[in-house]
Antibody, heavy 111, light 107 residues
Framework: QVQLQQWGAGLLKPSETLSLTCAVY????????WSWIRQPPGKGLEWIGE???????NYNPSLEGRVTISVDTSKNQFSLKLSSVTAADTAVYYC?????WGQGTLVTVSS | DIQMTQSPSSLSASVGDRVTITCRAS??????LAWFQQKPGKAPKSLIY???SLRSGVPSRFSGSGSGTDFTLTISSLQPEDFATYYC?????????FGQGTKLEIK
């Protein structure tokens, strides 16, 4: 059974860079797309982007220019970086594949 | 971008009721539609993919249908554990997009 475990800093100041990593356990890393999704407090889900095991990416244009997703196949991990964060980026961030989700990380942006 | 519109936004129902949630895409997405269930403080759980395919381990009271622009999620007989928020997701066209959610509450 595939499990996704994520980690990263939970409190940032405006203009800093959000950085999260997700590790995939118990299944194949190849042949899949790995996604990041976020959910502002009390609101709905927003798709951020995805990466394949070979490094091909697709991003949400609403965040493009600030978002980078990368992959480390040697560790079965993928990562999210979001630069120049503001309070509007405060959300629970999830990593996911097509059926499994990480536990979520609350990232708060506050001065 | 494709807009996904769910209805209703909220719904009150009783245990044993049959409920239907609708998701409409702003343009055709074939059957590239998934449904998720989310309980407070938890990550979403995948219920259905490809509009009508039930994930392994999901109770058979859940079913999905539709193609093109109009989709439905039906719960045939509500159970206490089904009270949650439900989201649809289109994965036909980038950027992928979710519906705004339907909160299913106990009447």
């Amino acid at each position: 059974q595939v499990q996704l475990q994520q980690w990263g800093a939970g409190l940032l100041k405006p203009s800093e860079t959000l950085s999260l990593t997700c590790a995939v356990y118990g299944g194949s890393f190849s042949g899949y797309y790995w996604s990041w999704i976020r959910q502002p407090p009390g609101k709905g889900l927003e798709w951020i982007g995805e990466i394949s095991h070979s490094g091909s990416t697709n991003y949400n244009p609403s965040l493009e220019g600030r978002v980078t997703i990368s992959v480390d196949t040697s560790k079965n991990q993928f990562s999210l970086k979001l630069s120049s964060v503001t309070a509007a980026d405060t959300a629970v961030y999830y990593c996911a594949d097509d059926r499994n989700w990480g536990q979520g990380t609350l990232v708060t942006v506050s001065s | 971008d494709i807009q996904m519109t769910q209805s209703p936004s909220s719904l009150s129902a009783s245990v044993g009721d049959r409920v239907t949630i609708t998701c409409r895409a702003s343009q055709g997405i074939s059957n590239y539609l998934a449904w998720f269930q989310q309980k407070p403080g938890k990550a979403p759980k995948s219920l259905i993919y490809a509009a009508s395919s039930l994930r392994s381990g999901v109770p058979s009271r859940f079913s999905g249908s539709g193609s093109g622009t109009d989709f439905t999620l039906t719960i045939s007989s509500l159970q206490p554990e089904d009270f949650a928020t439900y989201y649809c997701l289109q994965y036909n066209t980038y950027p992928y997009s979710f519906g705004q959610g339907t909160k299913l509450e106990i009447k």
